[in-house]
């Protein structure tokens, strides 16, 4: 019986490769020493699906910042504003790509969300002047290494269909244009891969949205290309995200060997697929959820594979992952902490390989009694514990799901209720979170030791408060933030707060690059006991007469951040979380804070990737965002942020939410993002993000301006405010204070021209 996943978490264990990749971008260490670490844990991750008795190790999947990125790096897609000195794409080129050049003032590449997953990809520019060549060997020389290690690799690409449907064009060339060249760097590399392999994984999870007219009508020439170089190696066509639809005739005529489908978020398309599967194709049965951290019922997924292998038989049929394991914590064992029951409950990425392996095993009648009993053991105990259920929470629910929530005034009303606020024109602001320094952390990792007492460590916070404070005022801010040094993480610090939450020592999933972060588990039902905020931003407040925004993750962004309670239909708990967050929004107005930001970066996010699914969600998710504002007074603000979004499809929505004043990422694009508002009246503020937070680099007064000058073709001068595009956390001081500082004369300026 064939088992296998579709890829592994890239960061190690205890996140090396996060520490490797930092050091290396400090300079504090050389490449050989990331090179170094890379080999050790791509070596500990094969030797974790070995043991585990998968039939493959996956080889690609492992990336120095990101597999698009590697894509665009295999086929020379570099652009020109990075000035490649050869065809060769070398590691200091792969990584201003992704995070610009701060000593040449070079911006990096466009980074969004990967699907509707948490992970973020660096988006491929085409440009006419692209010839593609291969330019990077490194998915041949890794799969070489494991060969050479004594381990059987599966490489994994992601396909071209997939690659050119994600990319932009940079100066208005038809990406498909360049399939042609794109195709020949592919066939080259499967080829070489094809020759040394069995099995050649390519991922096509565009398959699973809705694939554009072109994308359909080159899909299958592409791959008879592909199949014809893959010569004696099989290519496995791999979809995932959702079910195939209208595309399975797609996937199912492509020649590939095998078919990958995930039957975890698309579970309803088995017998469509099963029934239809060509005689000579293998299909690969993604059973274990690559996307959460609940043990598989193993007894319930066995009895749907033995209805498989009747089926197609089991020569035919393989075991898999959903997805790739990128998306789960690594290694279960690592949680010292955790409360044994809840623990009970999981699977991360190792344990998830284990669950394969031994329904590989049982299907094989081999006998793992043992292993299914303590799996059925675990799967009851979740399903009876008293923990999971709170009837006030559900009865509070039900009473809300009836009613219509929303502000108690139009925004024009509100706007002039708003009025005491004596805001210039373009108010200037943050976004919320300030510099998580290496003190920050060590003082916040003393309390957690219990080094210090709670009065010594509330007293380091006002200090840090006191000096943020100060800061914004130094820098004439508009609107002020507290900055956040209380918080670990905008998620976690307040699902710590709140029932129904649990929390993992080392649970971390890679962000971006060598972003990583660690998702609260939701295994019960939600309530918020006491106020989560209101001290330090009531404190905030009481050191300047400049306003203080109220900093707030919204109940969609907690949902989407955190590892969701499976048993439950989501819209269900995001209004549990909903009901916590109006809590603390009323607790706040009622201590005299009068701006309150409730960040939704995911709701762009949360979107399914199919559009015949998105009314449904957008209706329930903008419904939570009402009933969490719904009771405010009108002389209260109320802000939003959402990340890396396109907004076109979801501006009514947006408008629905009816937040005051939104704040959007729209840097990185050039304020191109804004195009929607040329065609939809938006009726409320906006903030458009007029320089990236994830680049190291401090933009230019002159670069803020003409960004500004973009936003204004868009947003009314009364209407548009000015803030960096997220949160300030991960980056340094200096070259925060040198940011604002010229955001903040940018604005100055423009208010300057107005007045002439």
């Not at 996943?5 to 996140?15: N, S």
């Not at 698009?68 to 790096?73: P, Y």
């Amino acid at each position: 019986m064939q088992k296998h996943i579709l890829g592994f978490p890239r960061m190690g264990a205890k996140r090396e490769l996060k520490k490797a990749l930092e050091n290396y971008w400090k300079g504090t260490s050389s490449r050989r020493d990331l090179e170094e670490t890379c080999a050790a844990i791509k070596r500990q991750n094969w030797t974790i699906q070995k043991n585990a008795g998968l039939s493959w190790v996956t080889t690609g999947d492992f990336s120095l910042y990101d597999h698009i990125l590697d894509i665009t790096a295999m086929i020379g897609a570099v652009p020109d504003r990075f000035s490649p000195t050869s065809n060769n794409v070398d590691i200091d080129t792969y990584f201003r790509m992704a995070r610009g050049d701060a000593s040449a003032n070079i911006p990096p590449m466009e980074m969004t969300k990967w699907f509707n997953t948490n992970y973020h990809y660096i988006v491929p520019e085409i440009s006419g002047s692209l010839k593609p060549t291969l330019s990077c060997r490194k998915i041949i020389e890794e799969t070489g290494e494991a060969q050479t290690a004594g381990f059987n690799p599966k490489p994994v690409l992601v396909g071209p269909i997939t690659y050119l449907s994600l990319s932009k064009s940079s100066d208005n060339t038809d990406c498909w244009n360049k399939l042609e060249g794109i195709l020949a760097v592919y066939a080259e590399v499967i080829a070489e891969l094809g020759s040394i392999c069995e099995w050649v994984q390519m991922d096509e999870p565009i398959l699973c949205a809705d694939i554009a007219l072109q994308a359909r009508k080159l899909f299958k020439p592409c791959y008879e290309v592909l199949n014809k170089a893959a010569g004696k190696g099989k290519l496995m066509l791999t979809t995932y995200f959702d079910t195939l639809d209208d595309n399975l005739d797609l996937a199912l005529s492509s020649g590939c060997s095998g078919l990958h489908a995930d039957l975890v978020m698309g579970k309803n398309q088995l017998n469509t697929i099963l029934e239809r599967l060509p005689k000579d194709m293998f299909f690969s049965a993604g059973i274990i959820d690559g996307r959460n951290v609940w043990k598989t019922d193993l007894r319930q997924a066995l009895h749907q594979l033995e209805n498989m292998k009747k089926y197609i038989g089991e020569e035919r049929l393989m075991i898999a992952s959903s997805c790739s394991l990128l998306h789960s914590p690594m290694d279960l064992k690592n949680e010292k902490l955790l409360d044994p029951e809840l623990k009970s409950w999981m699977a991360f990425a190792v344990q998830k390989c284990h669950e394969i392996g031994i329904l590989g095993r049982a299907l094989a009648e081999e006998n793992c009694q043992e292993e299914m009993q303590d799996n059925a053991k675990a799967i009851i105990s979740r399903k009876t514990s008293v923990r999971i259920k709170n009837d006030q929470v559900r009865e509070r629910c039900a009473k809300a799901a009836r009613k219509n929530p929303k502000r108690k005034s139009p925004y024009s009303e509100r706007k002039k209720a708003q009025s005491w606020l004596k805001l210039p024109l373009l108010p200037t602001t943050t976004i919320g979170s300030f510099p998580q320094t290496a003190e920050i952390r060590q003082y916040r990792r003393r309390y957690k030791n219990s080094e210090m007492t709670r009065g010594e460590y509330d007293s380091f916070l006002k200090n840090k408060i006191r000096e943020i404070v100060k800061k914004q005022e130094d820098l004439n801010l508009d609107v002020l933030v507290h900055g956040e040094p209380e918080r670990n993480d905008m998620v976690e610090y307040f699902g710590q707060q709140m029932e129904g939450f649990c929390f993992t020592e080392n649970g971390w999933v890679q962000s971006y690059g060598s972003r990583c972060v660690k998702p609260p588990i939701i295994f019960g039902d939600v309530s918020r006991p006491n106020p989560m905020t209101v001290e330090w931003i009531d404190f905030a407040q009481s050191l300047t007469e400049k306003p203080v925004k109220g900093m707030l993750t919204g109940a969609l962004t907690i949902l989407c951040w955190s590892f969701v309670r499976n048993d439950l239909e989501r819209s269900q708990v995001c209004r549990q979380i909903a009901l916590a967050v109006k809590d603390e929004v009323r607790d706040l107005e009622a201590a005299g804070i009068r701006i309150i930001q409730i960040d939704e970066a995911a709701l762009s996010e949360g979107l399914p990737i199919k559009q015949k699914d998105r009314n449904a969600y957008l209706r329930w998710a903008v419904d939570a965002f009402k009933l969490a504002t719904s009771e405010v007074a009108d002389a209260t603000q109320i802000h939003t942020h959402m990340c890396y979004s396109e907004f076109n499809d979801i501006i009514d929505s947006i408008a629905a939410m009816d937040a005051d004043v939104i704040s959007i990422e729209s840097s990185r694009s050039r304020m191109k993002l804004l195009e929607t508002f040329r065609t939809f009246n938006y009726p409320n503020e906006i903030g458009p993000g007029v320089y990236d937070i994830h680049s190291p680099r401090v933009p230019s007064v002159e670069e803020i301006q003409i960004l500004l000058k973009n936003a204004l073709a868009f947003i009314p001068r009364e209407r548009l405010w000015v803030n960096p595009d997220c949160g300030l956390k991960t980056r340094d001081w200096p070259e925060t204070v040198d940011s604002l500082k010229n955001m903040a004369a940018a604005a100055n300026l423009l208010r300057k021209e107005f007045d002439k």
